[in-house]
C-alpha cells in the first residue's frame, strides 16, 4: 500500500475549465477571476473577495492595504507556517511571536495580550491545521486597542467558528490554494473584506498600484490571478464541501481507532468546524520511539507523514535573536512532538484501517 501526505484531487472538470479558458485566448486575470471572486466571497459570507497569485500574496497585501509598515509591528504565533510572519517583514514591520495554546496549537490570546505595545498595529491568527483560532478573545482583544484582526485562512476554507466561515470572522482574511490545500488553483491566493474601502485598496494593490490604465498612484505589484487559475478554483469550490466532509469522516475515524495507541489525537474546541487540512498527532513523553523512528517505521510500511512545523518561526535564523521577545515554550514543545498523518479525501477507509493498524502494531516496538 502507498498513501501519500497529500494529494491534490483535479478532475477532467478542472482539466476542461482549463481547457475553455485556453482556447479562449483570455489567459490572465479577466472575467472568470470576476466570477471566482464572488463565488467566493458568498461561499465566506463576506463582501469583497480579491483574487492573487499565491497565499503569500494575499497577507502581503492585506497588511499593505491596513497600512502597516516600518515601524509597526504585528502580532503572529511562533506556531504557522513562515508566510504568517514574513508577510509582515515583508512590509518593513516587525513580527513578534504569541505561543501557542497547546490543545488547539492556536495562537494563545494571553500570549497576545502580553505582547501588545504601542507599536502594535495588527494581530494575525491562523486557523492552524484547519481549526478556528478563538476568535472571540482575540477579537476582543483588537477591538480593546485598536488593532487590526487579520486571519490567516491559508488552511481553513470552510471552516466555521461559532457558525460563521473563515473569511468572514476578521477585518480581512486571506486564504492560499497551494494545490495541496483544501482546495486549489494550481498556485493562488484570495483575500476577503467586508470593508469596501480595504477592498479598493487592495484591487490597487495587486495591480501595480494602477488607478486606471497607466495611472500608478500607489506602490503595487503584479499579485493578479489568472482566469486559469480562477477556472480551476470554479470547479474546486464546488467540490469543497465534499472534499472537506471526507477530511472530517477520515479524522473521525482516526480519533476513534487511534486512542490506545500512544498518540495524542487532535483536540477539537468547542463551537468550531474544523476541516483537517491535516490531522496532527503528538507523540508524548515516553512514546516508546523517536519521532525520526516513528515516521521511517510508518514509511517502511507505505504510509506518508510529515512534520508541520519542525522549527517555530521565532527560531528560524532571519528571526533568531530579531525581536528580543520571550520564548514560546508551547510552540518549542509541539515542533518536537507533531506529526501529521494522512487525512486527505483520497484517503479510504481501507487505508485508514490500515494506518491504524500499522500505528497499533509500532506500540511495543
Ligand atoms: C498558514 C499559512 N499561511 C500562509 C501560507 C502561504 O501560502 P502560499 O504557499 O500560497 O504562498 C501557507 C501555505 O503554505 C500557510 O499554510
Redesign the pocket.
Known amino acids: 500500500m502507498k498513501i501519500p501526505i497529500a494529494q491534490p484531487l483535479i478532475g477532467e472538470d478542472e482539466i476542461a475549465a482549463v481547457a475553455r479558458v485556453m482556447r479562449s485566448g483570455m489567459l490572465a486575470q479577466g472575467s472568470i477571476v470576476t466570477e471566482f471572486e464572488s463565488r467566493f466571497a458568498e461561499y465566506c459570507g463576506v463582501a469583497h473577495a480579491i483574487g492573487v497569485n499565491?497565499?503569500?500574496?494575499a497577507?502581503h497585501a492585506a497588511l499593505l492595504a491596513a497600512e502597516i509598515g516600518p515601524g509597526d509591528s504585528v502580532i503572529v504565533p511562533a506556531f504557522?507556517?513562515f508566510?504568517?510572519a514574513s508577510a509582515v517583514s515583508m512590509c518593513g514591520a516587525t513580527p513578534r511571536f504569541a505561543d501557542v495554546d497547546p490543545r488547539t496549537f492556536n495562537i494563545d490570546p494571553d500570549s497576545v495580550e502580553a505582547l501588545i505595545r504601542p507599536d502594535t498595529r495588527a494581530v494575525i491568527g491562523?486557523h492552524?491545521f484547519g481549526q478556528p483560532f478563538d476568535v472571540g478573545a482575540v477579537r476582543d482583544l483588537c477591538d480593546d486597542r485598536g488593532l487590526i484582526l487579520i486571519e490567516?485562512a491559508?488552511?481553513a476554507h470552510g471552516a466555521e467558528y461559532r457558525e460563521k466561515r473563515a473569511g468572514s470572522l476578521a477585518d480581512l482574511g486571506?486564504f492560499?490554494?497551494?494545490p495541496t490545500?483544501n482546495m486549489t488553483t494550481g498556485?493562488?491566493?484570495m483575500v476577503t473584506t467586508g470593508d469596501d474601502a480595504l477592498a479598493e485598496r487592495l484591487r490597487l494593490l495587486i495591480n501595480h498600484g494602477q488607478s486606471r490604465k497607466y495611472l500608478h498612484s500607489a506602490i503595487g505589484y503584479n499579485y493578479r490571478m489568472t482566469n486559469m487559475g480562477a477556472a480551476i478554483g470554479l470547479v474546486q469550490l464546488d467540490r469543497l464541501e465534499g472534499f472537506n466532509e471526507r477530511r472530517i469522516h477520515n479524522a473521525r475515524y482516526l480519533d476513534r481507532h487511534l486512542p490506545g495507541t500512544g498518540l495524542v489525537t487532535p483536540y477539537v474546541a468547542p463551537g468550531v468546524r474544523h476541516v483537517y487540512h491535516q490531522y496532527v498527532v503528538r507523540l508524548p513523553a515516553g512514546y516508546p520511539l523517536t519521532r525520526d523512528a516513528f515516521m521511517s517505521a510508518l514509511a517502511d510500511r507505505g504510509i506518508g507523514t510529515a512534520v508541520h512545523y519542525p522549527i517555530p518561526v521565532n527560531r528560524q535564523p532571519v528571526y533568531q535573536n530579531a525581536s528580543g521577545d520571550a520564548s514560546c515554550p508551547v510552540s518549542d514543545d509541539l515542533a518536537a512532538s507533531v506529526v501529521s498523518l494522512p487525512v486527505h479525501p483520497s484517503v479510504t477507509d481501507e487505508e485508514l484501517a490500515y494506518i491504524c493498524d500499522a500505528v497499533r502494531g509500532l506500540r511495543g516496538a
Request: net charge negative; with cysteine; aromatic share 14%.
Open positions: 499565491s497565499g503569500t500574496a497577507l504557522t507556517f508566510a504568517t491562523v492552524l490567516d491559508a488552511q486571506c492560499s490554494f497551494y490545500k498556485e493562488g491566493g
